[in-house]
C-alpha cells in the first residue's frame, strides 16, 4: 500500500471495518492493565529507581510501545491517518494556571514551555559528529522552529538549547553562565 492510494487520498473512506483497530486498543488496554499490575507489585517490593529498571517493567514498558505502534499502524492502515498516539499533555484543573505559565503581553493568553529531548549516546569512533556537534545542529534547528513558530503567529518569548537538562525558563536571579545557549 502506498501512500497515493484511496486510503491516504483526499476523499472520505466511506464503510470502514473498525474491528482491526478495536482489536488492537483491547491488546494495548491489556498490557496497560498488565503494567500497572506489575508496577505495583514490584514497587511494594523495590525503590522507585529499581523499580524503574526492573526487567518485568521494562518488558512491559517495551510490549506497550510495541501494541502502540500496532494500533498505530492498524489505523494508518485503514483510515490513512498518522495519529499522534504517544505524546503526554498535562491539563491545568478548571480555574488553574498551567504550571509552566510565564507572563504574557495583557490580554494574551498565557504561555506554556514546550519541551523537545533527545538522548544521543557517545559517536562511534570515526563518526563525523561530536556531541558537541549535537548542540550546534539543535540549536541551529531551534531557531529554525522559533522563526516558524514565529511566521505561524505565535510569540516565542524565550528558547534554549541545552545539554544534560531541561532549561528553566522565567528565573531571571539566576546567573546566566553561557549566553550562547539561551536565546
Not at 71 to 78: E, Q
Not at 156 to 170: I, N, Q
Request: proline fraction near 7%; hydrophobic fraction near 40%.
Amino acid at each position: 500500500m502506498s501512500h497515493e492510494d484511496a486510503t491516504h487520498g483526499p476523499a472520505p473512506l466511506g464503510s470502514v471495518d473498525p474491528e482491526p483497530m478495536h482489536r488492537a486498543v483491547d491488546a494495548l488496554a491489556n498490557a496497560l492493565h498488565e503494567y500497572v499490575t506489575t508496577a505495583v507489585g514490584v514497587r511494594a517490593e523495590f525503590g522507585a529507581a529499581e523499580a524503574d529498571e526492573d526487567p518485568r517493567v521494562l518488558a512491559l514498558e517495551n510490549r506497550v510501545g510495541t501494541l502502540n505502534a500496532s494500533l498505530f499502524d492498524a489505523m494508518h492502515d485503514s483510515l490513512g491517518m498518522h495519529p499522534d498516539l504517544t505524546s503526554s499533555v498535562w491539563q491545568p484543573g478548571a480555574g488553574d494556571e498551567p504550571a509552566e505559565a510565564h507572563d504574557a503581553p495583557e490580554g494574551a493568553v498565557p504561555a506554556e514551555v514546550f519541551y523537545l529531548g533527545f538522548v544521543v549516546a557517545d559517536p562511534a569512533p570515526g563518526a563525523s559528529m561530536t556531541l558537541d556537534g549535537v548542540v550546534e545542529m539543535l540549536d541551529e534547528a531551534g531557531a529554525d522552529v522559533a522563526q516558524r513558530l514565529f511566521d505561524g503567529g505565535y510569540e516565542v518569548a524565550e528558547w534554549a538549547t541545552s545539554r544534560g537538562a531541561a532549561v528553566e525558563f522565567g528565573d531571571d536571579d539566576e546567573i546566566d553562565d553561557d549566553p550562547e545557549e539561551d536565546r
